[in-house]
T-cell receptor, first 117, second 112 residues
Framework: KAGVTQTPRYLIKTRGQQVTLSCSPI?????VSWYQQTPGQGLQFLFE???????NKGNFPGRFSGRQFSNSRSEMNVSTLELGDSALYLC????????????????FGPGTRLTVT | AQSVTQPDIHITVSEGASLELRCNYS??????LFWYVQSPGQGLQLLLK??????LVQGIKGFEAEFKRSQSSFNLRKPSVHWSDAAEYFC??????????FGKGTSLLVTP
């Protein structure tokens, strides 16, 4: 079974531009989460989607948004890019629909490395 | 929200030696805890997890972790480290909003 895939793997953008990152979850997984990883702040939760609905959102400005499609694929968008948005953006998918189960696990993709100049 | 702390930023061990990486979780209900490993330029790979029950959990690549409520700890161990184990290790706790809250990570260096 193929793992979580993220496209593109690398991206260079200029301040003020916007960017869209894509994530395809493992087949059958309906939950997709996004994380930002930076050297200074570490790994931080952005948002989580299940069945096209955002169930939770982290503490990020409104410039960060996302969506999920009916096939469970997800995109995240960052508008008006800032230098501080340079990071590795990780997507994770999960099979279990509820965290009240010992089967709950998040499987991560390789990430998209975004550089803002 | 629950959180985890990894006290060691860097750890160096000799190949073949035993390894223990520390993770402490914040006080609260029984936490759902995870250990992930990240190699340079890669995503995160799940090593093992703890939800309830047996306090000693086995994972992949020969890793194990022990949940100790009295010490609020979930330390990762491996009896004999291989050079390929050099990587960044993250402890994480699952919060109610499906969000993993990660520690800052421990960078493991393995020397010959």
């Amino acid at each position: 079974k193929a793992g979580v895939t993220q496209t593109p793997r690398y991206l260079i953008k200029t301040r003020g531009q916007q960017v869209t990152l894509s994530c395809s979850p493992i087949s059958g997984h309906r939950s997709v989460s996004w994380y930002q990883q930076t050297p200074g702040q570490g790994l931080q939760f952005l948002f989580e989607y299940f069945s096209e609905t955002q169930r939770n959102k982290g503490n990020f400005p409104g410039r960060f948004s996302g969506r999920q499609f009916s096939n469970s694929r997800s995109e995240m968008n960052v508008s008006t890019l800032e230098l501080g948005d340079s990071a590795l953006y990780l997507c994770a998918s999960s099979l279990a629909t509820s965290i009240r189960t010992s089967k709950y696990e998040q499987y991560f993709g390789p990430g998209t490395r975004l550089t803002v100049t | 929200a629950q959180s985890v702390t990894q006290p060691d930023i860097h750890i160096t061990v000799s190949e073949g030696a035993s390894l223990e990486l520390r993770c402490n979780y914040s006080y609260g209900a029984t936490p759902y805890l995870f250990w992930y490993v990240q190699s340079p330029g890669q995503g995160l790979q799940l090593l093992l997890k703890y939800f309830s029950g047996d306090t000693l959990v086995q994972g992949i690549k020969g890793f194990e972790a022990e949940f100790k409520r009295s010490q609020s700890s979930f330390n990762l161990r491996k009896p004999s480290v291989h050079w390929s184990d050099a990587a960044e290790y993250f402890c994480a706790v699952l919060n109610s909003g499906y969000a993993l809250n990660f520690g800052k990570g421990t960078s493991l260096l393995v020397t010959p």
